[in-house]
């Protein structure tokens, strides 16, 4: 037995496949004790916050201020306020004022403002310019202007006494705050999702929840499935015919159309994730059931099996202890596969909806769902859905690793 | 003077079980078999040959372990080399190894063409299908088996034909030495005529330089060899030309064992064949003396004490007994007078 | 021996199809069979000729497809485990390959103690059941303080088999069919081994069926010898009348075949 173990962790695939899962593992269990927020509490007013850190201005105000003198502060400050629209408009006027394509860049800053001061006049007029543009134009070149002029800007707060606004505080361009001793500050690595959560925190509840759904399906089913096979496969006959017929008849009817609609006939009442994990175990066995059967038929004529009838055993005896033993390391790859299908099955049914109706923990799939109604894929918030898309994907990733690496020293081409 | 393929000095492996324990398989075994020649190994079952067999490729993997010695096969010493390096350069290619019992563990759910490809794939990374299946034909035919057994699942083939098959996925890569561990004990006397047929032919094509072939069946072995070696408790206890070896044995368990062939002759059923009673020692704890002294009906008291070494008798003969060749004579022959 | 005008275990037109179709195969074809009480018999013949098939069907793990079998004079009734575990009290085997023979999961120990268990010697004190396999195994050459706690890959391959005859010197069964019970022991301690057989065989007046290929065997043991070709018996009798004067062209062959130390091999004829 230790020896076989040894043997699975000599396997490339498996330890590859298993660092992964342990990685996944350790990160589902380890992160609450750090990050102790409930996973679904609200933290933004408004949708999809992109992923950064969230500093708070208010509190940047009250922090000591220091003066640091650096070059690139101003040009940097234009660049991030001039947009990429405004910056292709004063191209067309630069162009419309005669200057050559080839020397104008747009993403070079400080070319393009002096080229603008140099060239831009309000009061020529560009043929073929509406009223507006040409309003635009001026708006703009105000902006610009505005953006150079050296002026602090001014906080002032009402006087509780008076009622009257009250300069407070000047912050001039030169003024910054240390990061650290601004009180309030988030950080989002993955943003906030439609509901202003933290999608990292919540990523990683549902990945445990998930798991959990996938280890009860998978549990659930590798036990039907293995206890009518066994039965199927060694004591033949009637009893063959009759869990035949029924695993035949679960053949025909895809599974996971029945999984739809049994969930859907359970109603949105019902559908806890326990509930959703059982549906899912009690409809995928079929596979697991007919592997394990065709297993055994190999197995319960070999001589050891005759050995056992010879001495005396009974029925139970010979599945459990010249059977079973034989067929373990197969029915254990079975349940790593079933639980990792269970998983993708949960994310199938929340994405259609039918998935667990939770209003305390989150799953893979129920967060491709919300992503999905709210649009999130059209609006181009990918942190709402691809960390969700690529954590499913690890974890069924490293299931099939760890299953492939055990088939290698389970099934070499010789066996001794 | 033909050049020794095979070349084993003094080697000594042995098993470590669960509980730590060592068990002393193979004992200090020395053996050369030259190019052309065949060597048979016999003796008592348990006494260490499949043991000595799995040594000799020098390939180790727990719980069997190396202890001392020296192994060159075909000039090249491979007894200090890694358990990977031999596998991808020894095996197959300098020596090759049909278990025993190996036509039963073929996984039942692969075709025959599926093994081949898996050994010529470990060695020639860059080989196709197509070729391979070339390849494996055109050696099945020289072989006498016809190529359609290569679209075959294991099940499908008949006890002999299996044992043929699993020869010619052996000698693919063309060693220089193969071994074989009974590769007839479980066929019948048609199937195994088959399979020595092949393997003779075999040798006679070059196709394999020596052969090392272990088996219980006495008569089989006197027909398919050139000299045997009898062991007996993971030591030598006699080698010599095989015709010497069954009639005129020198060593007192080859005398046992030699009188024990059954073969179907008349007054067979009369005859008292030669069983020695007893049991072989423990390998746990060898005895410290001859490890045939236990059973050995001209036991003395030193001979449990010494640590007999093999004792040359010409001819190429040796036996590992402390009483002197004539002496051993001397005895069988007043035995058989007594008869 | 065969002075009793019952046979204790006989077939009648026993026959075994495996497969349907085109993949149909008649492993056992019509066989008649009477074994009478303490006789020895051999079955001989060439690989795939159904001698492993007619020992299962014999020993009830095989069902037949036609045919009756009656043992001790009354139809054989084996439809229930319970029966079936009856009948086994009286029947036992040593199966062919000793490599499959055994539960890899389990250590050799248990092998023996459920043949103790079996006759009734479950209550018995540890250090009794011990001495019983101790007996055992030395009967078949082996010490039985080196190969407990073993597991079945810790033995050589004639280890393993040996064992399984070892089974028998417990079990002490009316019949024994033994499937090439010898083919991985060295002739020396297979001539002990089938002297202790037979010692215990003219004990308990214990039935035999050999089957082997080893016809040196076969001749050496058996009181009547088969020869079993493609499911039928095409020749049987005495052992000196079919191995010393056979008259089928198929016993013929197989005796040329077999490897002599006195006369040439003849290669050539296969
Ligand atoms: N379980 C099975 N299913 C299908 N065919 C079988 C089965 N068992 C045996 N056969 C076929 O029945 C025939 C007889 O087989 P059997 O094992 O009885 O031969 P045997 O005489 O014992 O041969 P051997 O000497 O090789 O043991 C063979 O052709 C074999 O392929
Ligand atoms: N894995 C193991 N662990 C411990 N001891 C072992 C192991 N394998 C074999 N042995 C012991 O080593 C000895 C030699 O075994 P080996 O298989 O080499 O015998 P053999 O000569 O080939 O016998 P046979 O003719 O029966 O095949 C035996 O006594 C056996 O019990
Ligand atoms: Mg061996
Ligand atoms: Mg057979």
Redesign the interface.
């Known amino acids: 037995m230790k020896h076989i173990i040894q043997q699975v962790f000599h396997s490339g695939k498996f330890v590859f496949g298993f660092s992964i899962f342990a990685t996944i593992l350790l990160i589902v269990i380890f992160y609450p004790l750090f990050v102790p927020d409930p996973p679904l509490t609200i933290l933004g007013q408004g949708t999809f916050f992109p992923p950064g850190i969230y500093v708070s201005v208010y509190d940047s105000l009250s922090a000591t201020s220091y003066t640091l003198n650096l070059d690139e502060a101003a040009a940097k400050r234009i660049a991030s306020k001039l947009s990429q629209e405004d910056r292709q408009a004063v191209k067309e006027w630069l162009i419309a004022a005669g200057i050559p394509e080839a020397e104008i860049d747009p993403a070079n800053t400080e070319q393009l403002l002096d080229q603008w001061f140099a060239n831009y006049d309000s009061k020529k007029n560009v043929p073929g310019m509406t009223n507006a543009k040409r309003n635009y134009y001026i708006r703009l070149n105000n902006a610009l202007k505005g953006l150079l002029s050296p002026d602090a800007a001014t906080v002032s707060q009402t006087n509780p006494q008076t009622g009257e606004m009250e300069q407070i505080d000047t912050i001039n361009q030169t003024d910054y705050v240390n990061v650290s001793e601004v009180a309030n500050l988030r950080l989002l690595p993955l943003g906030t999702d439609n509901f202003g959560r933290d999608i990292l925190t919540e990523l990683i509840a549902a990945t445990r929840v998930s798991l959990q759904i996938g280890f009860v399906a998978g549990i659930i089913a590798t036990l039907i499935g293995l206890t009518l096979g066994l039965l199927a496969g060694y004591v033949g006959g009637v009893v063959d015919d009759a869990i035949m017929f029924v695993t035949n008849l679960f053949t025909v009817i895809p599974t996971f159309v029945l999984l739809i609609l049994i969930s859907f006939s359970i109603g949105q009442e019902q559908r806890g994730a326990f509930t959703i994990a059982v549906v899912i175990g009690l409809t995928s066995w079929v596979w697991t059931a007919r592997a394990v059967r065709s297993q055994v038929i190999s197995l319960r004529n070999r001589d050891h099996v005759n050995l056992s009838k010879l001495s005396g055993h009974s029925i139970v005896h010979i599945i459990l202890s010249d059977i079973l033993p034989y067929i373990a390391s197969y029915v254990i790859m079975a349940l790593i596969l079933q639980i990792s299908s269970g998983i993708l099955a949960e994310a199938g049914l929340s994405i259609l909806g039918l998935g667990p109706r939770t209003t305390e923990v989150p799953t893979l799939g129920l967060m491709i769902n919300w992503a999905m109604i709210y649009q999130a894929h059209i609006l181009g918030n990918w942190w709402a859905y691809m960390p969700v898309l690529v954590t499913i994907a690890l974890i069924t990733f490293s299931m099939n690793l760890m299953n492939t690496g055990m088939d290698q020293v389970f099934n070499p081409a010789l066996r001794d | 003077m033909a050049n020794t393929m095979l070349e084993v000095k003094e080697l000594s492996t042995k098993y470590i079980t669960r509980f730590r324990e060592d068990v002393y398989a193979v004992d200090r075994v020395s053996l050369a078999v030259k190019e052309g020649r065949s060597l048979g190994i016999a003796g008592e079952s348990g006494c260490g040959k499949s043991t000595l067999a799995l040594s000799l490729m020098g390939y180790y993997f727990p719980p069997l372990h190396y202890t001392s010695g020296e192994i060159i096969i075909n000039g090249k010493n491979i007894s200090g080399m890694k358990p990977d390096d031999v596998r991808k350069s020894i095996l197959g290619r300098e020596i090759a190894y049909i278990p025993q019992a190996a036509m039963n563990a073929l996984n039942p759910t692969r075709k025959i063409i599926h093994f081949i490809e898996d050994v010529i794939m470990e060695h020639e990374v860059y080989a196709t299908k197509k070729d391979i299946y070339e390849r494996a034909k055109k050696l099945f035919e020289t072989l006498g088996l016809p190529a359609e057994v290569l679209q075959k699942y294991p099940v499908e083939l008949s006890g002999g034909m299996k044992q043929r098959t699993v020869i010619a996925i052996s000698v693919l890569l063309l060693p220089k030495v193969l071994i074989a561990d009974e590769p007839s004990s479980a066929l019948d006397v048609t199937s195994q005529k088959m399979v020595i047929k092949m393997l003779r032919h075999l040798m006679e094509a070059g196709m394999i330089s020596s052969m090392i072939f272990i088996t219980h069946e006495l008569p089989l072995l006197y027909n398919v060899v050139d000299d045997i070696m009898v062991m007996y408790a993971g030591q030598i206890v006699e080698t010599g030309a095989s015709r010497e070896m069954v009639f005129d044995p020198i060593h007192p368990y080859s005398k046992g064992l030699m009188g024990s062939i059954i073969v179907p002759e008349q007054g067979l059923r009369d005859v008292k064949l030669t069983a020695i009673p007893g049991v072989p020692p423990n390998l746990k704890k060898p005895p410290a003396g001859c490890r045939f002294a236990e059973r050995c009906r001209f036991v003395r008291p030193e001979c449990l004490v010494t640590n007999v070494s093999l004792r040359q008798a010409g001819d190429g003969r040796a036996y590992r007994c402390i009483l002197p060749e004539a002496e051993l004579r001397e005895a069988y022959a007043r035995e058989e007078h007594k008869k | 021996m065969t002075t009793l005008t019952q046979p204790l275990l006989s077939a009648r037109g026993v026959t075994k199809v495996f497969g349907f179709g085109r993949q149909k195969n008649t492993a056992v074809d019509n066989v008649d069979l009477d074994l009478y009480e303490g006789e020895v018999i051999s079955i001989v013949?060439?690989?795939?000729?159904g001698k492993t098939t007619i020992s299962?069907i014999l020993?009830g793990?095989l069902t037949e497809t036609s045919g009756e079998i009656y043992f001790q004079g009354a139809k054989r009734d084996i439809r229930s485990?319970a029966k079936?575990?009856e009948y086994?009290?009286n029947i036992?085997?040593i199966?062919?390959?000793p490599?499959?023979?055994?539960?890899?999961?389990?250590k050799i120990d248990s092998?023996l103690l459920?043949?103790i268990?079996?006759r009734g010697g479950r209550s018995l004190p540890r250090e009794k059941k011990v001495e019983m396999m101790s007996e055992a195994c030395?009967f078949v050459?082996?010490?039985f303080?080196?190969l407990t706690?073993?597991y079945p890959f810790?033995?050589?391959?004639?280890?393993m088999?040996?064992l399984m005859i070892a089974r028998i010197f417990l079990l002490k069964p009316k019949i024994l069919l033994a499937d090439?019970p010898t083919?991985?022991?060295?002739?020396?301690?297979?001539?002990?081994i089938?002297?202790e057989l037979m010692h215990l065989r003219r004990e308990i007046g214990m039935t035999i069926i050999f089957i082997t290929?080893?016809?040196?065997?076969?001749?050496?043991v058996s009181d009547k010898v088969y020869i079993m070709e493609k499911g039928k018996f095409v020749e049987s009798g005495s052992?000196?009348s079919v191995?010393?004067h056979p008259k089928e062209p198929y016993t013929r062959?197989?005796?040329n075949?077999?490897?002599?130390?006195?006369e040439e091999?003849d290669?050539t004829?296969?």
């Open positions: 013949g060439e690989s795939g000729s299962k020993l793990l485990h079936k575990q086994w009290k036992q085997a199966f062919q390959d490599f499959s023979s055994y539960n890899i999961f389990n092998v459920d043949c268990n079996m030395s050459n082996l010490k303080e080196e706690n073993k810790e033995l050589s391959g004639g280890q088999q040996r090439e083919s991985m022991i060295d002739a020396c301690s297979r001539a002990t089938l002297d290929h080893d016809i040196g065997l076969a001749y050496y052992a000196d191995i010393l062959r197989l005796l075949d077999v490897p002599k130390i006195y091999w290669l004829t296969v």
